[in-house]
């Protein structure tokens, strides 16, 4: 879908949290903190079915990035 179809929300998250963010993606492919953003969720997001318990992997995986962002 090209970009200037898509539809955009504002999300907040604390500025430590930016600001981490914004250092872990210098020299990435990334353009921003909000691109960084919407890859992780949407990998979260694809890596199961809501009404299905996660395994022993993809939990640790999704612990794992949630420590790297900051909330665990």
Do not use: C, H, Q, W
């Not at 504002?10 to 919407?38: D, E, Q």
């Amino acid at each position: 879908m090209p970009l200037k179809k898509r539809k955009f929300t504002t999300v907040s998250i604390p500025s430590f949290l930016f600001n981490r963010i914004k250092k872990r993606i210098k020299n990435t492919g990334f353009p921003s903190v909000s691109s960084y953003v919407a890859y992780v969720l949407r990998e979260i997001e694809a890596s199961g079915d809501k009404n299905k318990a996660l395994s022993k992997e993809a939990e640790t995986k999704l612990k794992k990035k949630l420590k790297d962002l900051g909330y665990l």
